[in-house]
């Protein structure tokens, strides 16, 4: 098509047909534009509420393995101080004999081999 060709076209076309096309095109973007805006809102809100959720988890899991810290300790202080007449008083009994369990594979992993 030649430009005189495509200019007489658009001269054909009637002034109200392109405000009505020019108006619904405005119309679907601003439209999509408020999609758009929603979406990017949800996600950037979405992101940051995880990242808060992933600190607070950190931060627990650093309680907790405090925590645990201090219970072995407690654990271990108590095991040095611990005597046979402690034990007696709290209802433990020396054991006869000395056993010692040996692992042993199970059937399910030898079964590949």
Do not use: H
């Amino acid at each position: 098509m030649t430009a005189t060709t495509l200019r007489n076209k658009i001269e054909s076309v009637p002034a109200s047909d392109i405000n009505r096309t020019l108006g619904v095109m405005m119309r679907y973007t601003w439209i999509g534009t408020g999609v758009l805006f929603v979406c990017y809102s949800y996600f950037v809100g979405a992101i940051t509420f995880s990242v808060i959720k992933q600190q607070a988890l950190e931060q627990n899991t650093k309680g907790l393995i405090s925590s645990m810290g201090n219970q072995e300790r407690i654990y271990l202080q108590t095991q040095q101080t611990l005597t046979e007449n402690d034990a007696a008083t709290i209802g433990l009994v020396k054991s006869p004999a000395v056993a010692f369990a040996v692992a042993k594979p199970a059937l399910a992993w030898n079964v590949g081999q």
